[in-house]
């Protein structure tokens, strides 16, 4: 029987602060091994994949700001805590 991609989230919280330039993303991906998990940064997005046996859960944030280098993640005890640095905007003068 092959996997199936679930709609169903797990458990997650995404917050931005802007002052301190940072978006958190928590993630409740247990049972999960930390080899069936995956992380995908883009410019303003963060895909987290886990495959929990026979089911696959993906949720995908979206960033209010573009993503900038600084990013680090780390899974303890079943969370996964995502920690991605913002960079502001810069507005274009005509």
């Known amino acids: 029987m092959s996997p199936s991609l679930h709609a169903?989230?797990?458990p997650m919280q995404a917050v931005?602060?802007?002052s301190d330039g940072r978006l958190?993303?928590?993630v409740d991906a247990a049972p999960a091994a930390l080899e069936d998990v995956s992380v995908e940064v883009g410019t303003r997005r963060v895909r987290i994949s886990i495959d929990a046996g026979d089911d696959q859960h993906e949720r995908t944030v979206v960033s209010p700001l573009p993503i900038g280098d600084d990013r680090s993640?780390?899974?303890h005890n079943g969370i996964l805590t995502v920690t991605l640095e913002t960079e502001a905007e810069r507005l274009s003068r005509r």
């Open 8 to 10: 169903r989230p797990v």
């Open 16 to 18: 931005h602060d802007r």
């Open 24 to 26: 958190s993303i928590a």
């Open 73 to 75: 993640a780390v899974y």
